[in-house]
């Protein structure tokens, strides 16, 4: 099995990459680091229990981490996750469900206190020799853990990160990608300083994959339990894309991370030198510059073999 740390702002598209993580018989999730971007860091790590629980694996620990970016103030996406950053569902997800929400809500204000992201991250990679960390939320963690520990941070195996857009155009502004353009700084901490090459599956890629009625009508015949939950919480989703986009589908960011991981012909791209703007004007825009190849950006996606290996996952 692969070890991974996976590090989000959990909104609904990272819940679907926590279930799709935690269905994969080639995945072994070590810890989830939460952090502050589509919702608020205390939804991110509400979310993420609820999503550990809902798949049976309240084992695996969920670690708090940054409130906000590096050094700029925190911009959420309640239009696209709605406000609680989970479509809209949670109160009706904590009683389907039983999660105990004034249990997560102590256990994250203990969290607050104890919990050190960077710390988790120095000793799962002194502890376990391959890991591989995905990061689908802005990089102000991954930034801190290079920042404090850069020799750890080389250990690690591979860094598969959800954000950027190479040839596409952004979902924010012209040019830049939600993860980046919230915490560019850390983002462009990491590019420039990360000495393992950064897998960016960029909204290049993630919009040939989209999960349309049909596939989701897939979903719920392999596994009604499962597949019953991916429609209660895309509804929301669904709902962002076809008014504000005039998409009929939700498009898999940040699920695609992992089934690049499980399934590593789905993506194709080209290794190049990734810069990230962090100025006013072009906040978060990734452009591709001269220098040494820190990036191996991805450019074409097989959406077919995407849903081959989410069904597969799904299935009961
Ligand atoms: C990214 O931004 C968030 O809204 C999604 O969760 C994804 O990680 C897409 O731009
Ligand atoms: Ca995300």
């Not at 203990?110 to 391959?130: G, N, P, Q, W």
Request: glycine share 8%; charged share 30%.
């Amino acid at each position: 099995k692969i070890n991974v740390i996976l590090d989000c702002d959990t909104g609904i598209d990272d819940a679907l990459a926590i279930l799709l993580a935690l269905r994969s018989e080639k995945i072994n999730l070590v810890g989830i680091c939460a952090c502050a971007g589509n919702t608020v860091l205390k939804n991110a790590y509400i979310n993420s229990k609820r999503m550990v629980k809902l798949l049976d694996r309240e084992d695996i620990p969920v670690i708090c981490g940054s409130r906000g970016p590096l050094v700029r103030s925190l911009e959420l996406a309640d239009e696209v996750h709605g406000s609680d950053g989970f479509g809209g569902i949670g109160e009706s997800f904590d009683q389907k469900y039983g999660f105990d929400l004034a249990k997560a809500e102590a256990e994250y204000e203990k969290a607050l206190i104890e919990d050190d992201v960077v710390e988790f991250v120095k000793d799962t990679v002194e502890k376990y020799e391959d890991v591989v960390l995905v990061t689908i939320g802005p990089m102000t963690n991954l930034a801190k853990t290079l920042k404090k520990y850069p020799e750890s941070f080389a250990k690690l195996n591979r860094i598969v990160s959800m954000g950027g857009s190479y040839k596409r155009g952004g979902n924010v502004t012209e040019h830049a990608e939600f993860n980046y353009w919230v915490d560019p700084d850390a983002a462009d901490y990491v590019y420039k300083n990360s000495p393992v090459k950064v897998e960016m599956v960029g909204l290049d890629v993630t919009h040939q994959i989209l999960l349309t009625r049909e596939r989701l009508e897939t979903l719920k015949q392999l596994n009604p339990h499962l597949g019953g939950f991916i429609e209660e919480i895309t509804d929301f989703y669904f709902g962002f894309y076809m008014e504000k986009n005039g998409i009929a589908g939700c498009v898999m960011h940040d699920p695609l991370t992992f089934a690049h991981i499980i399934d590593d012909d789905i993506l194709s791209g080209e290794a190049i030198c990734i810069g990230i703007d962090t100025s006013d004007e072009k906040r978060g825009n990734s452009f591709k510059e001269d220098g040494k190849e820190n990036s191996l950006v991805f450019i074409d996606a097989d959406e077919d073999r995407f849903f081959e290996v989410l069904n597969e996952a799904i299935r009961k």
